[in-house]
């Protein structure tokens, strides 16, 4: 049996007495992608982004590991509930209009202690004091630099749009708003370099593009590694006593952990392992997230439908987004119709093997947007479900 059949022959034991459609999590796979990301922070805390995770069983295993510290979250809401619930050190890696949560936190002192808020704007600190609600307790405080490479005088970008605030003088001005000001305290820098974390640069099939991605990748690395270390320079000036400085993510995690200014590491869609994390030459992780499907018809010849599959990731609309049909091996998505809402027919000769009730395992485009789908996490060890999990969703939770 190739490795692949061997996976689907586990799971397929490990999930017999459970109906599809269902997820799961490899622990093996997991926890051997978390060992990775530690290696390759060279000795740097990661901070697990939770939107890559959304299951709280997970966020506590990854978090127990050597070498993982704090959790990266992407509401205030979300903040917020996990530090009720234990976790104390929650970076809040977006900025938000939440007024009721910011009541809450500034009114509670074990909240305000464990939640860090993110800032790029002194607009936004005129909201979270607008909705104090009376609530007195000090709000940390990240500033959030912007990442992307600027080429042609500006004319061209590449990264993401996230902070306006580009240049060491732009967050040192930030940085002295938020010192000026009672009841804030300026504790940490962030900046994600998305068009390097997030963009793969060996993709097969397409060498020119690759190559391409590879050095607009290392000029933006240079780039930034230059522009980064003076922000922190300037920003420490204000802030002597600043916590963190938060970089990379997982597909740039060796190259944001050789800058000395940075403390700490952002990753968390190594940890599943999603199919748009596949084609880089840094490093390889193992697929631990997974859903199956069941085989509901066989309309012909080297074809199967599934129920359901209509899961897409988000981002710019395009193949690379769709889930695809990982087990068996051989089988592909009907280009005429896709994943669907309800059903997802399957072409390929290896459909042909396939009964009415038999599970096709799938791999999502991104991480923790999986767990949206589903209530539980079927966690595998081997051959056998040693636990079942609830995710965001199976507690009740919709962030976002």
């Keep these: 049996m190739t490795p692949r059949a061997d996976d689907r022959a586990r799971y397929d034991r490990a999930t017999a007495p459970l109906d599809a459609p269902l997820a799961v999590v490899d622990l093996e796979a997991f926890d051997a992608n978390a060992a990775d990301l530690v290696r390759r922070a060279g000795g740097k805390p990661v901070r697990v982004a939770s939107k890559s995770v959304r299951c709280r069983a997970l966020l506590e295993r990854v978090i127990a590991r050597d070498g993982f510290a704090g959790v990266m979250s992407f509401t205030l809401a979300e903040s917020l509930w996990l530090a009720r619930a234990g976790f104390g050190d929650v970076l809040l890696a977006y900025p938000s209009a939440d007024r009721a949560g910011f009541a809450e936190l500034a ?9 860090t808020v993110m800032v790029d704007d002194p607009a936004q600190l005129d909201l979270i004091d607008g909705a104090r609600a009376g609530g007195a307790e000090e709000v940390r405080v990240c500033l959030e630099l912007d990442t992307s490479l600027s080429l042609l005088g500006g004319r061209v970008r ?13 967050v040192a001005e930030v940085a002295r708003s938020v010192a000026r000001r009672p009841g804030f305290r300026l504790v940490g820098l962030m900046a994600y370099e998305g068009h390097v974390a997030g963009v793969g640069d060996a993709v097969p ?6 190559v391409a991605v590879r050095l607009m990748q290392a000029a ?7 522009r980064r270390a003076a922000v922190v320079a300037a920003v420490r000036e204000v802030a002597p006593d600043l916590e963190f400085v938060n970089g990379g993510g997982t597909g740039s995690v060796q190259f944001t952990a050789a800058e000395d200014g940075v403390t700490e590491i952002a990753a968390g869609s190594g940890l599943y ?13 193992r ?9 509901v018809r066989r309309p012909g010849l080297g074809a199967v439908t599934v129920l359901g599959g209509g899961y897409p990731a988000s ?13 068996p091996e051989g089988l592909r998505l009907d280009p005429d119709e896709g994943a669907g809402e309800v059903q997802t027919p399957l072409l390929g000769s290896a459909a042909d093997d396939l009964l009415i009730g038999d599970k096709v395992w799938f791999r999502h485009a991104k991480a923790g947007e999986l767990c949206e789908r589903f209530d539980a996490l079927h966690l595998v060890e081997g051959d056998r479900v040693t636990a079942t999990v609830p995710t965001y969703r199976g507690e009740g939770l919709t962030f976002l």
């Design 107 to 115: 009114g509670d002192a074990k909240l305000a202690g464990a939640v």
């Design 273 to 285: 392992q999603p199919r748009l994390f596949d084609h880089y030459r840094s490093f390889s992780g």
């Design 158 to 170: 590449i990264g993401a749009r996230r902070s306006p605030l580009r240049t060491p003088a732009a």
């Design 287 to 295: 697929p631990a997230a997974l859903f199956a499907l069941p085989v």
């Design 315 to 327: 981002g710019v609309a395009g193949p690379d987004r769709s889930p695809v049909p990982y087990l």
């Design 220 to 226: 933006a690395r240079r780039e930034l590694a230059v």
């Design 205 to 210: 099939g397409r060498p020119v593009r690759s």
